[in-house]
C-alpha cells in the first residue's frame, strides 16, 4: 500500500520533468515562431487546423481506401503527433513571448476539445466505413471519456478546486493514438493489411494488423472513464475538506 502511495507521488513528477526535458527541446522552435510574429492564439489554430486535416485523411480514407490499405492511418498518426505538438508551442510561446492572456487560455482549451472531437470523429468514420463496427463503438466511448477527463477538471476548478490527476490526460491521449497509429500503418508494409492470427481450435482471428490500432483505442476508452471518475471522487473529498474549512471558520 505504501509503495502504491509512494509510486503515485512520483507520478506527477515524473510527468513534469519529462515535460521540462521537452520544453528544452522545442524552445528555440518557439523561439523562432515569436521572432516571426506568431502570438498563442495563431499558434492553437494551426493546431486546429492540423486536426482536421486529420480527420480529412481518416475520412478519405474511409471513402477510398480498402480494408487492407492501412497506410492513411499511418499517415494520420504522423499528423496527430505533429498536431499535438503545437498543444505544448502555444503556451510555451505565451510564456516565453510574455503573451499570456485570459482569453489566450479560454481559446487554447475550447480548441483542444474541438481539435480532439473532430479526430475522433475521423477514427470513428474510418472505422465504420471499413465495417469495424465494435471498433467504432470504443473509439466513442474514448472520446466521450476524453471529453469527461476535461470538463470534470474544468468543473473542479469553477468550483475553486485542483484537479490535473490521472493516468490518460490530453497527451497521454495524443501520443497513444498517433504512435500505434503509426505502428498499425508500418507494420501493414511489412505483414500486410489484412494479416490475421488464427489459434486451433477457436473459428475466428484472435489479432489482426489492424488491430495496433484498434486495441489501444478499446484501452483507451475503459481508461479514460476511469480517470474521469477518478477525478470525480476526487474532486468529492477535496470538495468535502473545502466545506469543513468554510464551516470551521
Known amino acids: 500500500m505504501a509503495a ?19 520544453y528544452k527541446v ?19 489554430t494551426i493546431g486546429f487546423v492540423l486536426n482536421v486535416g486529420v480527420a480529412a485523411i481518416f475520412v478519405i480514407g474511409g471513402e477510398e481506401g480498402n480494408r487492407g ?17 503545437f498543444d505544448m508551442l502555444d503556451g510555451q510561446v505565451a510564456r516565453l513571448g510574455n ?3 485570459t482569453f489566450g487560455a479560454l ?32 473509439a466513442f466511448v474514448a472520446m466521450i471519456g ?3 477527463v476535461s470538463y470534470v477538471r474544468a468543473r473542479a476548478e469553477g468550483l475553486g478546486i485542483e484537479c490535473k490527476g490521472g493516468l490518460m490526460q490530453r497527451p497521454e491521449r495524443v501520443v497513444t493514438i498517433g504512435l500505434f497509429a503509426i505502428l498499425c500503418g508500418l507494420s501493414s508494409l511489412y505483414i500486410g493489411g489484412n494479416y490475421k492470427l488464427y489459434i486451433p481450435g477457436i473459428k475466428f482471428h484472435v489479432f489482426e494488423t489492424m488491430s495496433i490500432f484498434t486495441i489501444p483505442i478499446t484501452i483507451l476508452a475503459v481508461l479514460t472513464n476511469i480517470t474521469a471518475f477518478n477525478r470525480l471522487k ?6 468535502e475538506k473545502k466545506e469543513s474549512g468554510d464551516a470551521t471558520d
Open 107 to 138: 481559446y487554447d482549451s475550447v480548441l483542444d476539445r474541438y481539435s480532439e472531437l473532430i479526430m475522433f470523429f475521423g477514427i470513428c468514420y474510418y472505422l465504420v466505413a471499413h465495417h469495424y463496427f465494435l471498433s467504432s463503438m470504443f
Open 234 to 239: 476526487e474532486s468529492k473529498i477535496n470538495l
Open 26 to 44: 522545442i524552445d528555440p522552435f518557439v523561439k523562432l515562431l515569436i521572432k516571426l510574429g506568431l502570438t498563442p492564439n495563431a499558434v492553437t
Open 99 to 101: 503573451m499570456k492572456s
Open 146 to 148: 476524453s471529453m469527461m
Open 69 to 85: 490499405d492501412l497506410s492513411y492511418i499511418g499517415w494520420a498518426g504522423g499528423l496527430i503527433l505533429f498536431a499535438g505538438l
Open 4 to 22: 502504491d502511495q509512494q509510486l503515485m507521488e512520483q507520478q506527477p513528477s515524473i510527468r513534469t520533468n519529462l515535460q521540462l526535458g521537452i
